[in-house]
C-alpha cells in the first residue's frame, strides 16, 4: 500500500532530467555524446589553440611522420601540420553537415507538412515533385548541381541539403497524414483554428520528433556526402581545409605517407559514428512510449532478482502454485513494487477467481507466471512459482519458453489487439498448434477446424478463413480461447475475457469456458473485476487489492462471510435488478464504511 502510494513521488522531476537519465543510460549513445562533444570542444577551441597555420606550407617539413616534434600528426605533402588542418577542416565539414541538415530540415518538414495537411491535389503535387528528386541517385544530383552552380564549399552545402530534402519531405509527410485527421485536430478545427495556426500548434508538436529523429540521423551521412564533394575537388577549395578534401589531397601518398589520408579518414569515421549512436539514444528519449519502457526491446522472459528468496510449494497437488510473489516496475534506480506477497494456489479442475478493481495487480500477477511481464521495467524481486513441482522461475529460458502455451496458456481481455489482423484466424489457430506439436499441415487444419467448432464458432471451417475483423467480439474471443486449447493445457489464465464484450455475449463465452473446464478437467484462474462473476463461476476466491491478496477462501463462504471491507464492497457492487437508485447508495455508504473500518 505505502509503496504504490508512493509511486506517484518519483514522476514529479522535471521532465528534462528523466530525458537525460535515459539517454545516459544507453551506454553506446552516451559514448557518441561524449566523443561528439570532446569533438565540439576542439573545433570551437581551434581559433585559440597555439596551432601552426593551416594553410602555411613548407616544403622542407614534407610528409614528416606522426609524433614529429612540433607536428604531433606528422605533415601533409606541402609540409602543413596535419593536426592544425585537422582540426581546422572538422570545423568546416560539421558546420556544412550541421548547416545543410538544418536547411534540408526545414524546408523538407515544411512541404511534409503542408502536403500531409493539405492532402488532395496539393500533397499530389508536392510529392511527384519530391518523387522527380529522388529518382535521380543522389550522389549525381549534387554533382550535376556543383556542376552546374560551380565547385566550392556553398554550392556543395546547397547541393547537399537539397538532395536530402526529399528524406524529410517523405518522412514527414507520411506522420502528418497520420496526424491530420486525428479527433484532436478536427477539434482544434471546430474551435476555430486557421489551418496555419491548426499546423504549428497541433500537428508539429506531434510530428518534432521525427524530425529531429531524421536529423540525428542524416547528419552524419550529411557530412560524408559533403567530405564526398570536396575529395571529388567540388567542395572546399585549395587550400581551404576540410576531411574530404584531405582524403583527397592524401590519396596520392596513401603508400608512401599512409598518415595523411588515415587522420581525416579516421575523424570522420569518429565524427558520423558517434553521431549514429547518439540519433539512435534521441530517438529512444524522444518517444514516450520507450521511455516508459514499453517498446524497449523486452527480454523474452522477465528479469528475475539473483537474489530473490525463493520459498518453498507449500500448496500439495496445486497444479500452478505462487508463493509470495513480488513483481515489480523499475523507474530509474528504485523498483516500484506492483504486487507483494502474493500466494496462490489452482487444484486440477479447479476455477480460482481473482478479484480486484482496475490496477490492483491482477494482471502483472498473472503475466509474472510465465514470465510474461515486460522487462525492462518489470522484475520479479521475490517469491516463486510452481508448475507442478516445476519451479518457473528457475528455468533455463527456453524451457520456459516451451511450457508457454502447452502447460499453461492465456485468454487476454481484448481479442481484438490479441489476434493478429493480417492473418484469418483459422491461420492463427494453426500457428498456436505449430508452436508445439510437430503434425502436418493437412491434420494441422483439421484440428484448427476441429477446435474451433469446439468453442462454438458455427460453420467453423468456412469461418477459419475469415479475418479477425470480420468476427463479432464474442466470436474473437472465441478464438482466443480455442488458440488457448490448442495444446491440451493444464491451466488456463483468462485476463478479463469478457470485459470488452456485451452482457448476453459474456454470459456465453463464460458457459463455454466453464464446461470447457468442466469437460477436459483443467484448472481455470479467472480474473475479474467483477463478484456476480465469481460467485457463479468459481470454486474458490482470492481478492486482491493494492497489489495484495487481502482474503481468499471457498467462494460460498467469503460470499456469506466476508472479513475484509473490501470484499464487502465488492460484493455490494453487484447491482440486483430493481434496486435503482439505492444501489449507488449502498456502495457509496458501505466505501465510507470501509474506509472508517480501514482507519480503526
Ligand atoms: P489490473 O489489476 O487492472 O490488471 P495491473 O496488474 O495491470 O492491474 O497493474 C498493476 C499495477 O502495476 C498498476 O499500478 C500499474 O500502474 C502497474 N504497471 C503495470 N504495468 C506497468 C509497466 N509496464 N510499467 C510500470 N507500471 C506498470
Ligand atoms: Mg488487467
Not at 538532395?163 to 507520411?174: K, S, T
Not at 510449494?313 to 506477497?341: H, M, S, Y
Not at 488457448?484 to 491451466?491: F, H, M, R, S
Amino acid at each position: 500500500m505505502s509503496a504504490l502510494a508512493a509511486s506517484p513521488a518519483p514522476r514529479r522531476g522535471s521532465g528534462r532530467i528523466t530525458s537525460w537519465h535515459l539517454l545516459l543510460n544507453n551506454r553506446l549513445a552516451t559514448g557518441g555524446l561524449v566523443l561528439l562533444g570532446l569533438i565540439l570542444l576542439l573545433i570551437v577551441l581551434v581559433p585559440i589553440l597555439p596551432l601552426p597555420d593551416p594553410d602555411a606550407t613548407a616544403p622542407v617539413n614534407r610528409l614528416q611522420p606522426v609524433l614529429t616534434a612540433g607536428h604531433l600528426l606528422g605533415t601533409d605533402q606541402l609540409g602543413r601540420d596535419i593536426l592544425s588542418r585537422l582540426l581546422w577542416g572538422t570545423r568546416v565539414s560539421i558546420a556544412v553537415g550541421f548547416a545543410a541538415t538544418l536547411i534540408a530540415a526545414g524546408i523538407g518538414s515544411a512541404i511534409g507538412i503542408i502536403a500531409g495537411y493539405a492532402g488532395g491535389r496539393t500533397d499530389n503535387a508536392m510529392m511527384r515533385g519530391i518523387d522527380m528528386l529522388m529518382a535521380f541517385p543522389y550522389i549525381l544530383l549534387a554533382l550535376a548541381i556543383v556542376a552546374a552552380l560551380g565547385p566550392g564549399l556553398m554550392n556543395a552545402l546547397y547541393a547537399i541539403a537539397l538532395v536530402n530534402i526529399p528524406f524529410f519531405a517523405r518522412n514527414v509527410r507520411g506522420v502528418t497524414l497520420g496526424y491530420a485527421h486525428s479527433e484532436f485536430v478536427d477539434a482544434a478545427r471546430l474551435s476555430g483554428k486557421g489551418h496555419l495556426s491548426v499546423i504549428l500548434t497541433e500537428v508539429l508538436p506531434n510530428v518534432m520528433p521525427v524530425i529531429v529523429i531524421t536529423m540525428s540521423t542524416t547528419a552524419g551521412w550529411m557530412i560524408l556526402e559533403t567530405a564526398g564533394l570536396s575529395f571529388l575537388g567540388l567542395g572546399a577549395q585549395p587550400p581551404q581545409a576540410d576531411l574530404g578534401s584531405m582524403l583527397g589531397e592524401g590519396r596520392a601518398q596513401l603508400f608512401t605517407a599512409p598518415h595523411v589520408s588515415v587522420v581525416p579518414g579516421a575523424m570522420i569515421f569518429l565524427i558520423v559514428i558517434s553521431l549514429n549512436v547518439l540519433g539512435d539514444g534521441i530517438r529512444d528519449v524522444l518517444d514516450p512510449r520507450l521511455r516508459s519502457g514499453a517498446l524497449a526491446r523486452p527480454a523474452p522472459v522477465t528479469e528475475v532478482a539473483p537474489d530473490r528468496t525463493a520459498p518453498a510449494n507449500t500448496a500439495e497437488g496445486a497444479c500452478l502454485a505462487i508463493e509470495k510473489l513480488e513483481t515489480g516496475f523499475r523507474r530509474g534506480k528504485e523498483i516500484i513494487p506492483a504486487v507483494r506477497d502474493v500466494s496462490l494456489h489452482v487444484k486440477p479442475g479447479e476455477c480460482l477467481g481473482l478479484i480486484g478493481e482496475s490496477g490492483s495487480g491482477k494482471s502483472v500477477t498473472a503475466l509474472s507466471v510465465m514470465g510474461l511481464v515486460a522487462s525492462p521495467p518489470g522484475v520479479i524481486r521475490n517469491g516463486a512459482v510452481y508448475l507442478g513441482n516445476d519451479d518457473v522461475l528457475s528455468m533455463p529460458e527456453t524451457r520456459l519458453i516451451a511450457k508457454r502455451g502447452s502447460r499453461l496458456a492465456y485468454v487476454f481481455q481484448d481479442p481484438l489487439t490479441t489476434l493478429h489482423p493480417m492473418y484469418p484466424v483459422g491461420r492463427q489457430v494453426e500457428e498456436a498448434i505449430a508452436a508445439h506439436q510437430q503434425v502436418r499441415a493437412a491434420e494441422r487444419r483439421e484440428k484448427a477446424v476441429a477446435l474451433l467448432e469446439k468453442v462454438g464458432i458455427p460453420d467453423a471451417r468456412e469461418r477459419s478463413v475469415h479475418y479477425p475483423h470480420q468476427l463479432s467480439g464474442g466470436q474473437r474471443q472465441r478464438v482466443g480461447i480455442a488458440m488457448a486449447l490448442a495444446n491440451d493445457p493444464e491451466i488456463i489464465i483468462a485476463d478479463e475475457p469478457t470485459t470488452a464484450l456485451d452482457v448476453t455475449v459474456q454470459a456465453r463465452i463464460l458457459e463455454l469456458l466453464r464446461d470447457l473446464q468442466r469437460e477436459q478437467g483443467m484448472a481455470l484462474l479467472f480474473i475479474t473485476h467483477d463478484f456476480g462473476i465469481v460467485s457463479e463461476f468459481c470454486d474458490r476466491v482470492a481478492v486482491m487489492k493494492d497489489g495484495e491478496i487481502v482474503e481468499t477462501g471457498k467462494t460460498r463462504e467469503v460470499l456469506a462471510n466476508p472479513q475484509h471491507p473490501y470484499t464487502k464492497r465488492l460484493i455490494a457492487c453487484v447491482p440486483e435488478l430493481g434496486t435503482g437508485e439505492r444501489f449507488l447508495d449502498r456502495v457509496a455508504g458501505l466505501f465510507a464504511g470501509g474506509k472508517a473500518e480501514v482507519a480503526q
